[in-house]
């Protein structure tokens, strides 16, 4: 029998009025969904600026210093805290932080090294792991935190803001990535304790390769434990992952952002969560990762904390999302695969993480050649009902026609509704790069929205091509005037239904 996938939650309770919280409150509102909702936790990595020091004081919620200042080692309790529950405790350490209070000043260590960062987006820049003086400052950094603290593991997050190499030479530059991770490995293996090590990666290949990160290099000589492939990315390349790290005990994780996310893929139904995590735990990956739920439902901080001082309240807990990962091969429920869409995180200049190999949005030729977009759909059907599901821009209904198939058969009967809505789709106007907070365009221009209903036996176990061709079409003599297909899903409906 397969095993199941562990469950793992990337921790990130930024809210800086937590410190204001008495410290067995904290404890039990951190821990709340595994203690009141029962939920099974294998591992927690936790964020670091929020409960130890950091490398300047710019970077710093208040947390750590204002429990310092009472007597209390919090992330010492909050460790042991995870070891009485039988979950391991990671430090989850973002390779390049931002500065998030830069009305304390800058970043005096950016200021005086600049050779030790690579100017870039973020006005402070962003560290440069090709400086051997920075890659020393972190090892000392990193190792000091892992002496003083029992944490079973580290996790070097390089996704979340990217570079960390010089632009436009990343590939050049790549022994500087791997002669780090192998130090950090050997200063973890000095320990003097069994410490894992991780990193948090670009979801496929060819971005690793482009930010500049060998990581087949990495998994043959064992210079990592784990490997997170993407974050805020529907369709990891599970199976390049799991191939460079065939029998080297190196574990393959997903992971979901859910405040992040990939274009307009905020705020989904359940099926959407199936769906996709169907298709993770049916490619082989290890374990997944929960990042930016929050630790109990929203009014169970509300109880600790006045409205006006809850800076970030990130809705979904990580129970929901765990309740769908623990009924995803239910053969009674609805599933939605999805065609990914590109953009959707600004912060970074790079590969990764901004799923540049999406295929959507993107253009109906006008020449009546089907325009076909790719659905990894995991599992069979054939004893199902399913539904086919475009969502268009810029079609008219009074001149344009359709035809749709689905591997290649024709698909004869389908709705067209040109008064659909989406509030994700920013069209006509420039999609912008959002996160839940503004995810939502408050006054959408109606747009089309295309449905057939499908035999099961239609539906391929694998890569399915769903496939859009325009017909008959009037006035499509400027660039601007291409038809988009914006959405492309295949419904699996709920047995019975």
Known sequence: MKQQARFIIQMDPYTGELANIPEDKLIEWL????????????EILWEGHCFIPQECSCNNTGIYEKFQDKGINIMGRIIDECHKRGIKAYYHHRFSEVELN????????????????IKTWWQEGLWNLASPDLQKFKLDYITKIMTEYSFDGICIDFLRHLPCLPVGKQWEYRECATEFISKLKDNMNKLGRQVVVGAKLPE????????????????????????IGGSRTINPDIDWYKKITEGTGTLVYTCWDAWHLSDASHNQTSDFYRGMLSNWTHKGTDGIVAFNFAPSPQEELTKLLPPEEIMNCLGRDYADFYNILSEENSVDKALRYVAERRGGYPFLTGCGGNNAFAPLPAPI??????????????????????????????????CDKFKIFLNGAL?????????????QIF?????????????????????????????????KNGTNTLSIAVIDRINYMLDSDSINVE???IIVEAKGD
Not at 102 to 114: A, M, P, S, Y
Not at 411 to 423: H, K, P, V
Request: with cysteine; hydrophobic share 35%.
């Open 427 to 459: 069209w006509p106007e420039p999609q912008p790069a959002i996160y839940t907070a503004n995810c939502l365009n408050l006054n959408p221009t109606p747009i089309l929205e295309i449905k057939a209903k499908v035999d099961g036996s239609l539906i």
């Open 487 to 489: 959405r492309a899903e």
């Open 411 to 423: 698909i004869e009967n389908f709705s067209e509704d040109y008064s659909y809505t989406d509030q």
């Open 365 to 398: 030729p006008n020449d009546e050649t089907p325009l076909d977009v790719k659905i990894d759909v995991c599992g069979d059907f054939y004893d199902r009902q399913g539904e086919v599901r475009f969502v268009i821009t810029n079609a008219k209904s009074f």
């Open 102 to 117: 830069l009305e304390f000043g800058r970043n005096e260590i950016k200021q005086k090294h600049r050779d030790w960062v």
């Open 204 to 227: 496929n290949g060819e971005a690793c390769h482009a930010d500049g990160f060998d990581v087949e290099k990495w998994a043959k000589n064992n210079l990592v434990d784990f490997v």
């Open 31 to 42: 821990f709340y969904c595994v203690d009141k909702k029962g939920v099974r936790v294998d």
